[in-house]
């Protein structure tokens, strides 16, 4: 093909193109809106994440029950006034990424149902792939034996 058989011309568009409407309405000052609540808000009784190394050091030396495919270590990492944190450790023995991610998401379901000491951490272990298949009642069962194991009537340092 040669450069005289290109035409020069363009064609028109058809249709302006399309944009998507502004979030903002255009009839209503800024000052029609109602203010944002101030500060954040506190947690009702929520399970907080375990975050800093401290708290991974005293959950690894603090006391551990082990039943079915879950261990749990429990050790007190707060304030009796904090609420209690949670972290869950699911190897790769149990899976791909998918089952791991399954499994640790019914057990978030499960300890959201547990009567769980405030101040205090908790580490959730699966020791056994069969977890994949475990169904979330008899999870349930598990965590909830595991739990009443733990004698919390003494603080520890």
């Given at each position: 093909m040669r450069e005289e058989d290109v035409p020069a011309e363009q064609p028109q568009a058809e249709e302006d193109p399309w944009f998507p409407p502004a979030h903002a309405h255009p009839r209503r000052s800024a000052a029609d809106r109602p203010a944002s609540g101030q500060g954040s808000r506190?947690?009702?009784?929520?399970?907080?994440?375990?975050?800093?190394?401290?708290?991974?050091?005293?959950?690894?030396?603090g006391r551990r029950r082990r039943s079915g495919v879950l261990e749990v270590r429990t050790a007190l990492i707060g304030a009796p006034s904090d609420p209690p944190r949670v972290a869950y450790a699911v190897g790769r023995s149990v899976g791909g990424a998918v089952q791991r991610n399954r499994v640790r998401r019914r057990l978030r379901e499960v300890m959201r149902s547990q009567q769980l000491e405030a101040g205090r951490g908790y580490l959730v272990r699966v020791v056994d792939p069969a977890a994949v298949t475990t169904d979330i009642r008899t999870l349930d069962l598990t965590l909830s034996g595991i739990l009443s194991k733990f004698n919390y009537g003494e603080r520890e340092s």
């Open positions: 506190h947690p009702l009784g929520l399970i907080w994440r375990v975050r800093d190394p401290a708290s991974f050091r005293a959950l690894a030396r």
